[in-house]
């Protein structure tokens, strides 16, 4: 698993330091200054490349973790941090956020990782959505979170697999296939129970069930 894992994350990273070191080169002899924006954009592109692979990783590596601090979390402000923390994807693709909180949640777990299982799943549902009007809801009722995308959907067969470690469903979208692994690695942690809902080219409902006392809102 540690060699599988070594050699995938250091083929992700080579393709974008490639990128980097080919069009730098490009941007010294250009004189032109449109192809030396155009050069310089997909550098920016491929370091942003590089920093998902190293947080993806860092953040696998700490849902394994099992001396991690854990504290009292309010899910709706781990939630709220994560959609600002995708301000910019969010604002870029004209997401749409429905945000419905029926009550307070209240769990015991770590901030960071609950904060990035949140980040992971808003993510994914911006990032696997073809549609021109992207939506995106979320909904906390009592101990439940469904988060509800209307996006590309996944097909029945491959329901079972999307938390799998570096499975990746769809090849046409970049990523490590990391996501939704560590997802179910902090899930497990802090028993969370995920199930998922989803329709070819309709979207995707993916329920999060804590056991945790819940406090309703006034």
Do not use: C, W
Not at 9 to 19: A, E, G, Q, V, Y
Not at 40 to 47: N, T, Y
Not at 131 to 159: R, W
Not at 208 to 215: A, G, P, Q, W
């Amino acid at each position: 698993m540690l060699l599988n894992y070594s050699y995938i994350i250091s083929h992700d990273i080579k393709n974008p330091l490639r990128t980097i070191n080919m069009f730098t080169q490009k941007i010294l002899i250009e004189t032109n200054i449109e192809k030396r924006t155009k050069y310089s954009k997909l550098v920016e592109s491929a370091v942003k490349r590089i920093d998902s692979i190293i947080t993806d990783s860092l953040f696998f590596s700490k849902a394994t973790n099992k001396n991690v601090p854990i504290e009292e979390i309010n899910v709706i402000s781990s939630i709220e941090e994560s959609i600002n923390s995708l301000y910019e994807s969010i604002s870029q693709n004209n997401v749409t956020i429905n945000k419905i909180f029926k009550n307070d949640l209240i769990i015991n777990g770590n901030y960071s990782l609950i904060t990035n299982m949140f980040q992971n799943f808003i993510s994914n549902g911006i990032k696997f959505n073809d549609k021109t009007n992207k939506i995106l809801t979320i909904i906390i009722s009592e101990n439940d979170v469904f988060i509800i995308d209307n996006g590309i959907g996944i097909e029945q067969d491959y329901k079972d697999r999307v938390f799998e470690t570096f499975y990746r469903i769809n090849s046409d979208y970049e990523g490590t296939g990391l996501g939704l692994s560590i997802v179910k690695k902090i899930a497990d942690r802090f028993n969370i129970k995920i199930s998922i809902q989803s329709e070819l080219n309709v979207g995707s409902t993916f329920k999060l069930s804590f056991n945790s006392k819940v406090d309703k809102l006034t």
